[in-house]
């Protein structure tokens, strides 16, 4: 970690007391910065604010988180590289107990990241994925939020410690597919994009939000529905979208493979020519 | 907070890079000392263990972990009174991302609290509950545990912010009660005594294990199953119990009310008389 910032003071520890330790009373977002811009920072600005209504949280004004971020990237050693930027929002300190008052004023933590490195290899020949034995828990209130209470993934993740997988698919205790550990997926069948339902639990990437848009507006048929693990060997291609490697191809799940990216290589390059949305720093 | 020992040093802060932060990636324990003693304390020890093999952490030896609590308590000012033992493990330090080593050696956080205090008069003319809105996802991995994923019991306990009730009781999304936000709930119906399932979710309290292991002792007939909500009216007693307030009736859920606690007395007398499983100190 390069640099992390809280009241305009760099800050290497919190205290134990901080509810976030305590029971994982907040959230994060994880932004992209390239080229000296925070990509797609207006879907994590609306998924935080809505984490936060959910939590009951009151967070500083937008201006100032933005400020934060770019002031932390700033004095950091990775200024002018592309970096990661990290919030953390949390309920701050607290007594003993899970209680405390509704609309609690947020503590926030910004810090910076190297950028990750993605082998280009992958997004020409397209990466791994395994089905994880780790089961997400369904009708979460916290469903599509990225909450700081990360075991699922956590656990899915410790799966793939030693493989060669690129990411571990997760599903509901239904067989339901519902997303990567740290991606959002698509799949094709003939003009058809589906990608699961995330009503009841996963999380609804920023990334996935913008390649949404993208189809929707040049009239590619999106289906939003359930998929069962099942089914996944009828589709003709499979990808995976994060806010980092943005979209990267799926060549194979466990025995399953798809061999070719003919229309997943379209939409790439649909969303390489389509202005993502960016925010100047 | 009073005290809080991490490696045999006073410490107030964590890294921030610490996992526990980052995604409640640990457990916690909160254990009752009582007259110098350590209230349940097998029963805690074994639900943690429980929870880092489900978790992949390696833990100290019991020996060391109960050493650290004691030795934590005696530094304390709390020394020699009622107090409350918290320890949080953790995965200790690491990189971003979710993914981390099977079996990761644990941090561990020893502080002390004082001993929670409930009004001598609730003992006597029970307490009131109420039916939260927040529901507990199901099918959960960590189901039972108590993990430093507490979102749900954060946001159960803010309902109750401004009321007068003492605790809240959670549901799954299909009506069944699962226990309240920090106790295990029991109902009587003539010569039994029925208290929810816990497979899917809820957590398995120390003081239920010790209670049910009591009654069965004394050949009361008990029932582990669903309960739900609307069943709640046809029970003729109800109470509730925690490791800390060990056991409390209840005269009230909402609409419902429970005008004897004849056998939950009982209870309460062949508790206070069954020798409590306790580890002097």
Same mark, same amino acid.
């Given at each position: 970690?390069?640099?992390?910032?809280? #009241? *305009?003071n @760099? &800050?290497?520890?919190?205290?134990?007391?901080?509810?976030?330790?305590q029971?994982?009373d907040?959230?994060?977002?994880?932004?992209?910065?390239?080229?000296? /811009?925070?990509?797609?920072?207006?879907?994590?600005?609306?998924?935080?604010?809505?984490?936060?209504? @959910? +939590?009951?949280?009151?967070? !500083?004004?937008?201006?100032? +988180?933005?400020?934060?971020? %770019? *002031?932390?990237?700033?004095?950091?050693? +990775?200024?002018?590289? !592309? =970096? %990661? =930027?990290?919030? @953390?929002?949390?309920a701050?300190?607290?007594?003993?107990g899970?209680?405390?008052?509704?609309?609690?004023?947020?503590?926030?933590?910004?810090?910076?990241?190297?950028a990750?490195?993605? $082998?280009?290899? #992958?997004y /020409?020949?397209?990466?791994?994925?395994?089905?994880?034995?780790t089961?997400?828990?369904?009708?979460?209130?916290?469903a599509g939020? /990225?909450?700081?209470?990360?075991?699922?993934?956590?656990?899915a993740?410790?799966?793939?410690?030693g493989?060669?997988?690129?990411?571990?698919?997760?599903? $509901? !205790?239904?067989n339901?597919?519902?997303c990567?550990?740290?991606? #959002? %997926?698509?799949f &094709?069948k003939?003009?058809k &994009?589906?990608? !699961?339902? +995330?009503?009841?639990?996963?999380?609804?990437?920023?990334?996935?939000?913008?390649?949404?848009?993208?189809? *929707?507006?040049?009239?590619?048929?999106?289906?939003?529905?359930?998929i069962?693990?099942? $089914?996944?060997?009828?589709?003709?291609? =499979?990808?995976?979208?994060?806010?980092?490697?943005?979209l990267?191809?799926?060549?194979?799940?466990? $025995?399953?493979?798809?061999?070719?990216?003919k229309?997943?290589?379209? &939409?790439?390059?649909?969303m390489?020519?389509n202005n993502?949305?960016?925010c100047?720093?």
């Open positions: 970690m390069y640099n992390c910032f809280s #009241n *305009n @760099i &800050i290497n520890n919190i205290s134990i007391e901080d509810r976030g330790l029971y994982g907040g959230l994060f977002e994880t932004i992209a910065i390239r080229k000296g /811009k925070l990509r797609l920072w207006e879907y994590h600005l609306s998924r935080l604010k809505k984490g936060c209504k @959910i +939590l009951s949280l009151k967070i !500083p004004s937008d201006d100032f +988180l933005k400020k934060s971020i %770019i *002031n932390t990237y700033h004095d950091s050693e +990775l200024n002018h590289s !592309p =970096a %990661i =930027a990290k919030i @953390i929002i949390t701050g300190k607290g007594k003993r899970y209680g405390r008052k509704k609309n609690t004023i947020s503590s926030e933590l910004f810090s910076i990241f190297p990750t490195q993605v $082998d280009p290899i #992958n /020409k020949n397209g990466v791994e994925l395994t089905l994880c034995k089961r997400l828990a369904v009708n979460s209130i916290t939020l /990225k909450t700081l209470n990360r075991l699922e993934q956590v656990l993740k410790i799966e793939l410690e493989t060669h997988f690129f990411e571990g698919l997760t599903m $509901d !205790p239904e339901n597919i519902i990567g550990t740290m991606s #959002n %997926i698509f &094709i003939e003009n &994009i589906y990608t !699961p339902c +995330l009503k009841k639990c996963g999380v609804r990437g920023v990334m996935r939000r913008h390649l949404l848009f993208c189809l *929707n507006k040049l009239d590619f048929l999106v289906r939003i529905q359930p069962k693990a099942g $089914d996944m060997q009828y589709f003709d291609e =499979a990808f995976i979208v994060n806010s980092q490697f943005g990267l191809p799926v060549k194979k799940c466990d $025995d399953i493979k798809w061999s070719t990216f229309r997943t290589r379209k &939409i790439m390059s649909l390489a020519s993502i949305i960016e100047s720093i």
